[in-house]
């Protein structure tokens, strides 16, 4: 079933031209296109199925700098700030708090980990503090267990995905903008070899600017203009149980379980890391960039089914402009959950929190991660195609560091002084022969 979603009514009519158009109704896609209008652009916000409708409900809606790969460290650091802005300045409600994040473990290897991160983490201004046994065994009294160590991170927090992306989309027509759901972008023309307009299935938007945050469907969209994306997605499964009074952490991980509060008495419920790989040809297009990472994590990933390509989000083929898409068939990735992780997943809940053996599970989904071969995204203008902005690959992270990715993406079309060093964010790391960098947080 699809996660929890608060639905939006669309702009009713399409523009003829604006100064952006953005691909993408995702988290991504609605702050961009709300920090492009805040800031004296017309822009219009298009999206083939309903704004936050894939994976920007589907996470754990954790907003943490804790074990950020030091890369993408700037950016959360920066996001944290714009969340708690975003809700002050537009009066919407994401859901958003600083209620800190908690991590505990058994591990030597994993707290040793920990620790290290720390350390850098502290030396650039990040709170972060590790737990000793005993610190760890009273935060976690709810689990009845001892534990070895573990991690408070003080300032990190947790925003809601079933409000935050109709909330930005909100405020975003507020300032003016337009958003058109229902709409898929089928592809980008262009004068000059710049971008010029983009096509939608309603019709033409002209526009100098074009900014893709299509989550999973990246790879593929730039492959029609010949842009070598690589990209792959896996399958995660998450569920949620009605806790009801049942005095459970907003945020909590430990290697068995991690446990979110949801809102109105729920708790989401996951295997961090636990996925499985449905093969497509785009994969195999891209399988030799993916084995370091796949190397370092094959331990929690196992072989999917036909789920990827009956999706058509992998897609290798070219596709008419003037002709349905593969974007209009499948309006919102919807993937199957495994049942075989929900089971797991409820059973070593249980085992952890004996409370949680008799609470209802109320739902449970499925979501396709897109991911790049480090795990870092891809943020910046395309060299080849004068306009085009990339934002993709968020690999899991992009809900809790969009405000600041957002920001960024509109620094860039404006500009402005980036909020942070764009240079590790580039699509050119990627290209043929070079070493991709895996973080080990």
């Given at each position: 079933m699809p996660a929890p979603l608060r639905f939006i009514k669309s702009t009713p009519t399409?523009?003829?031209?604006?100064?952006?158009?953005?691909?993408?109704g995702g988290i991504i896609g609605t702050f961009t296109a709300y920090y492009l209008a805040q800031r004296g652009l017309k822009v219009a916000l298009v999206e083939k199925g309903v704004v936050g409708g894939e994976q920007s409900s589907r996470n754990w809606g954790w907003c943490r700098q804790q074990n950020r790969d030091e890369r993408e460290l700037p950016l959360a650091t920066k996001a944290l700030d714009l969340w708690?802005?975003?809700?002050?300045?537009?009066?919407?409600?994401?859901?958003?708090?600083?209620?800190?994040?908690?991590?505990?473990?058994?591990?030597?290897?994993?707290?040793?980990?920990?620790?290290?991160?720390?350390?850098?983490?502290?030396?650039?201004?990040?709170?972060?503090?590790?737990?000793?046994?005993?610190?760890?065994?009273?935060?976690?009294?709810?689990?009845?267990?001892?534990?070895?160590?573990?991690?408070?991170s003080q300032m990190d927090g947790i925003a809601n995905p079933a409000l935050a992306v109709p909330a930005v989309a909100r405020a975003l027509m507020a300032l003016g903008g337009t958003v058109h759901q229902a709409c898929a972008a089928r592809g980008i023309e262009t004068t000059g070899g710049a971008v010029s307009a983009v096509v939608?299935?309603?019709?033409?938007?002209?526009?100098?600017?074009?900014?893709?945050?299509?989550?999973?469907?990246?790879?593929s969209f730039c492959n029609q203009l010949g842009i070598r994306f690589p990209q792959a997605t896996v399958r995660q499964t998450i569920l949620a149980v009605g806790t009801g009074p049942l005095k459970l952490?907003?945020?909590?991980?430990?290697?068995?379980?991690?446990?979110?509060?949801?809102?109105?008495?729920?708790?989401?419920?996951?295997?961090?890391?636990?996925?499985?790989?449905?093969?497509?040809?785009?994969?195999?297009?891209?399988?030799?960039?993916?084995?370091?990472?796949?190397?370092?994590?094959?331990?929690?990933?196992?072989?999917?089914?036909?789920?990827?390509?009956?999706?058509?989000?992998?897609?290798?083929?070219?596709?008419?402009?003037?002709r349905r898409t593969p974007m209009e068939a499948m309006r919102i990735l919807d993937p199957t959950p495994d049942p075989r992780t929900v089971r797991l997943t409820l059973k070593r809940a249980a085992g952890l929190i004996p409370a949680l053996e008799s609470v209802p599970m109320v739902a449970s989904w499925a979501g396709f991660v897109d991911s790049t071969p480090d795990g870092v995204p891809v943020i910046g203008e395309v060299p080849d195609v004068p306009g085009l902005i990339l934002a993709a690959g968020f690999s899991g992270h992009g809900f809790g560091i969009g405000p600041g990715a957002a920001h960024l993406v509109a620094d860039i079309v404006t500009g402005q002084d980036p909020i942070v060093d764009p240079r590790p964010y580039r699509l050119s790391r990627f290209m043929r022969g070079k070493k991709i960098d895996v973080s080990e947080f």
């Open positions: 399409l523009p003829a031209e604006a100064d952006a158009v953005i691909i993408g708690e802005q975003f809700g002050n300045e537009s009066g919407e409600e994401t859901g958003f708090r600083r209620c800190g994040l908690f991590y505990v473990s058994n591990n030597d290897q994993e707290l040793e980990t920990w620790a290290r991160w720390g350390e850098y983490a502290r030396s650039v201004g990040v709170k972060t503090r590790l737990l000793t046994s005993d610190q760890a065994t009273q935060h976690g009294s709810f689990t009845g267990q001892r534990w070895k160590g573990g991690v408070h939608t299935e309603r019709g033409t938007i002209r526009t100098p600017r074009v900014i893709h945050a299509g989550g999973a469907w990246a790879s952490p907003n945020a909590f991980v430990s290697d068995s379980v991690s446990i979110t509060y949801r809102g109105e008495g729920c708790h989401t419920l996951a295997i961090s890391g636990r996925a499985m790989v449905d093969p497509t040809l785009q994969f195999v297009r891209f399988h030799r960039e993916f084995i370091p990472m796949f190397r370092k994590r094959w331990k929690k990933t196992s072989p999917g089914g036909l789920h990827g390509i009956r999706a058509g989000h992998e897609s290798l083929s070219r596709w008419r402009l003037d």
